[in-house]
């Protein structure tokens, strides 16, 4: 299973940014995706996650009211709508897809690569 990840760059204060990751490779079915961030001398941590059929989400609490995770099954999409980013935000974000809810960084079977989220003025 392969994961591409796009939409990442560079954006000021207050303003927003879509993420994409699409799946592809042998997959008969993936339940879990989601999306982990590190930034620059951090541990990667755990953003936002959903179920297969988006009926559970998940999101880290500094992510709770200003991001959304959607996922398009048909096309094997997951997104990531990030609104009133902040410096703090900036980081390499990365797709995941789980074995098991809630989505855990230990859980993740397949990493995409990083793409990269600038917040700044």
């Known amino acids: 299973v392969q994961l591409q990840a796009s939409g990442g760059g560079l954006v000021q204060p207050g303003g927003s940014l879509s993420l994409s990751c699409a799946a592809s490779?042998?997959?008969?079915?993936?339940?879990?995706m989601g999306w982990f961030r590190q930034a620059p001398g951090k541990e990667r941590e755990f953003v936002a996650a959903l179920t297969r059929n988006g009926g559970f989400t998940h999101y880290a609490g500094s992510a709770k009211g200003r991001f959304t995770i959607s996922r398009d099954n048909a096309k094997k999409m997951v997104f990531l709508q990030m609104n009133s980013l902040k410096p703090e935000d900036t980081a390499l974000y990365y797709c995941?897809?789980?074995?098991?809810?809630?989505?855990?960084?230990?859980?993740?079977?397949?990493w995409g690569q990083g793409t990269l989220v600038t917040v700044s003025s």
């Open positions: 995941a897809v789980g074995s098991s809810w809630p989505m855990e960084r230990e859980t993740v079977v397949y």
């Open positions: 490779g042998s997959i008969s079915s993936i339940n879990v």
